[in-house]
Nanobody, 125 residues
Framework: VQLQASGGGSVQAGGSLRLSCTAS????????VAWFRQAPGKEREFVAV????????SYADSVKGRFTISRDNAENTAYLQMNNLSPEDSAVYYC???????????????????WGQGTQVTVSS
């Protein structure tokens, strides 16, 4: 499976961005797709996850109510809609996928075996 992430950029605080993660090489129907982010000098952290088949989602507390993860089955693409961005959201965002992951591991980056390249999000105050 190859993951292609896109959609990053620079915005002012309060602005919005939508990230995309397109999968190729294998059907996504049994996958879990997540977004993680990593700011300079910090560890990679969980942002959001979606179960491709059930569309069940989960979010980090820091983004609840501002970010929305979704997927388009026809496009084989997962999205992360980010609203009301703050400078603290600045980071490189990565999408990840796994076809064999248990729910309790959704938040653990080591549980994912497919990764896209990062896309930079910069939010200025």
């Amino acid at each position: 499976v190859q993951l292609q992430a896109s959609g990053g950029g620079s915005v002012q605080a309060g602005g919005s961005l939508r990230l995309s993660c397109t999968a190729s090489g294998r059907s996504s129907s049994r996958f879990v797709v997540a977004w993680f982010r990593q700011a300079p000098g910090k560890e990679r952290e969980f942002v959001a996850v979606i179960n491709w088949s059930t569309t069940r989602t989960s979010y980090a507390d820091s983004v609840k109510g501002r970010f929305t993860i979704s997927r388009d089955n026809a496009e084989n693409t997962a999205y992360l809609q980010m609203n009301n961005l703050s400078p603290e959201d600045s980071a490189v965002y990565y999408c990840a996928a796994s076809s064999s992951i248990i729910t309790s591991s959704y938040y653990n980056s080591e549980a994912y075996n497919y990764w896209g390249q990062g896309t930079q999000v910069t939010v200025s105050s």
